[in-house]
């Protein structure tokens, strides 16, 4: 089987990528400039067994996301801004309880409805801090439609891994995006699956952690093995516990099952940051202008580098400090008013200094815009 | 071929955008240069003036949208309002002969596409595919016969005749597009 050379669009390689990865239910309900998603998953998924629901609303989709994952299915939802509001406090259950889920957010510019079909990259706080509690966040960007496709196959893999929601942050620009991809062979794609128990069901504690890697196994509910779900702090029963020592154990853990794989999470791509004595830092539909940016400026013959990241939340402080710590002027890009500059900002030397290409008027950031900000150019 | 930007513009359901993906995918399969397609969504992609964009490149096109097209089609006059400004001073632009213009340097052909979509093929529902094949026979991106293939695929059951029809159409348009071509300033200034 050779590579698999295609024309896609990147709301379809999200779904290309979740069901390659094994994904079986989707359940959401359509909004632009996601609607394609929902609109593959529903053509493709009868044909390999799966389930697609077009849920009453946002909410219930998320619901009904979570319960099919408790059954044993690798579950996804996409949706945008107005949508991935309403889902929060379910994707905070999904957190607590750790079931394993996949959300796509195609961004538009907000707040509210705001504009439906225009990029825009409001939500990146949002994906971190958008459900209440201090729970953890795992979230990629993708800038590419085969970035797309293969990221998605990594959320529906980390999801299972570390049985946690993933969130799939694109943006109107990538998803409706078509272009000349190349996939990798089908058998070259390795698919992880949540863990299930040793013992016998008799006797199984749904969050008795005895393995290493501190993620407890997930039988599917049916399955023989009862466990009870809650939101509320709970011990290895799954039943709720107010002690003190049980929160902090919970709570501790959700963040050190990710923190401890910290490393392998980190997904990024550089480019001449060796030969620069200034760097570009972007991510998703900006990361393509700060490309186009950072070749404008090479061919100018100025030293700049480019750091463009896949993985931003947990926000990959070790890689973005080394990138820049030697450099003398730093240019975060993004369709905001500022919200990966602040992380970027925290890690830094305060002495280096930073400065935002910014944009939030609905249009996809041009790479003047960011040229502007760096030094020389004219 | 260096990174060359296609805008095909007209009215929301001339069916332009799916032209512009025909194209895009004809490029995908039978050449390795890389692509990539965008377009009007919402409101304007169901009326109004409506576009589709590609851009065709043998490196990398880091930058997806149209920033000044070298190539215009516009078929109906709001398109040509709305999206000739930014074309590049010698771009080539193809307009139906019911669009007014203004004078320009650039090659710019006035051709009667829709009159003759419905005087030789019954109906102007194939006009996209009369554009596409101009477009493709002008700049020779695929073969005829590789153009042919991606569009009947991609066609509803049932019109592969007319669609056929509808390429050679375009096709015989592109290889006379000098008899459509308007003088230019400086052509109009020599005389």
């Known amino acids: ?378 | 071929m260096a990174r060359y930007e296609i805008r095909l513009s007209g009215a929301g359901g001339q069916g332009l955008i799916l032209a512009g993906i025909i194209l895009s995918e004809a490029v995908v399969r039978f050449t390795d240069k890389e692509v990539v397609q965008t377009q009007s969504y919402g409101p304007e992609a169901r009326g109004g003036a409506s576009k589709a964009e590609v851009i065709i490149s043998d490196e990398e096109i880091d930058y997806p949208q149209v920033n000044k097209p070298d190539f215009l089609l516009a078929l109906t006059q709001e398109a040509y309002n709305k999206y000739n400004r930014d074309l590049k001073e010698y771009g080539i632009m193809v307009v139906d002969e019911r669009v007014d213009i203004a004078m320009r340097g650039g090659p710019t052909y006035v051709v009667p596409i829709q009159k003759l979509t419905q005087e030789k093929l019954g109906t102007r529902m194939v006009v996209n595919v009369v554009s596409l094949a101009l477009f493709n026979k002008l700049h020779e991106v695929v073969e005829t016969e590789k153009l042919r293939e991606v569009v009947l695929e991609r066609v509803p059951r049932g019109t592969e005749d007319l669609n056929k029809k509808a390429l050679e159409l375009g096709e015989e348009l592109a290889e006379n597009l000098n008899q459509y071509k308007i003088k230019s300033k400086e052509e109009e200034e020599e005389e």
């Open chain 1, 1 to 378: 089987m050779t590579e698999r050379v295609k024309l896609m669009q990147g709301n379809e390689a999200c779904v290309e990528g979740a069901l390659d990865a094994g994904v079986l239910f989707y359940a959401g309900y359509p909004i632009t400039p996601s609607s394609e998603i929902a609109e593959e998953f529903a053509a493709k998924l009868p044909k390999v067994g799966g389930k697609f629901i077009q849920m009453e609303d946002e909410i219930a989709s998320m619901g009904a996301v979570v319960g099919a994952s408790l059954a044993g299915k690798k579950a996804v939802t996409a949706t945008s801004g107005p949508g991935f509001s309403l889902k929060q406090e379910i994707i905070g259950f999904a957190n607590m309880i750790e079931a394993p889920c996949v959300i796509m957010n195609v961004q538009r510019a907000g707040p509210s409805t705001g504009l439906p079909t225009s990029p825009a990259q409001g939500d990146v706080m949002q994906a971190r801090w958008g459900t209440h509690g201090d729970h953890p966040a795992l979230v990629l960007c993708p800038n590419s439609v085969t970035d797309a496709y293969l990221l998605s196959f990594q959320a529906v893999n980390w999801a299972e891994r570390f049985r946690t929601p993933v969130i799939l942050l694109l943006d109107e620009t990538i998803g409706h995006l078509r272009e000349r991809v190349i996939l990798p062979r089908k058998d070259e794609m390795v698919i992880t699956n949540r863990k299930q128990p040793h013992g016998a069901p008799g006797s199984f504690q749904p969050y008795d952690i005895t393995d290493e890697d501190l993620i407890p196994p997930l039988p599917p509910y049916g399955g023989g093995y009862r466990f009870h779900t809650t939101g509320l702090y709970h011990d290895e029963t799954g039943f709720p516990s107010n002690r003190p020592e049980v929160t902090s154990r919970l709570l501790n853990r959700l963040h050190e099952k990710i923190d401890k794989y910290k490393e392998t999470l980190f997904l990024y791509e550089t480019y001449g940051l060796r030969q620069a004595n200034q760097l570009i830092i972007s991510y998703g539909a900006s990361a393509r202008s700060a490309k186009a940016a950072w070749r404008i400026a090479r061919e100018k013959g100025l030293l700049v580098g480019l750091l463009i990241l896949k993985t931003i939340w947990p926000f990959p402080e070790e890689i973005v400090a080394q990138a820049g710590h030697d450099k003398n002027n730093i240019v975060v890009a993004e369709m905001n008013r500022g919200q990966l500059i602040g992380e970027v900002e925290r890690v830094m030397d305060k002495r280096i200094p930073i400065r935002g290409a910014q944009r939030a008027d609905g249009v996809l950031i041009t790479p003047e815009q960011i040229l502007a900000k760096l030094e020389g150019v004219n």
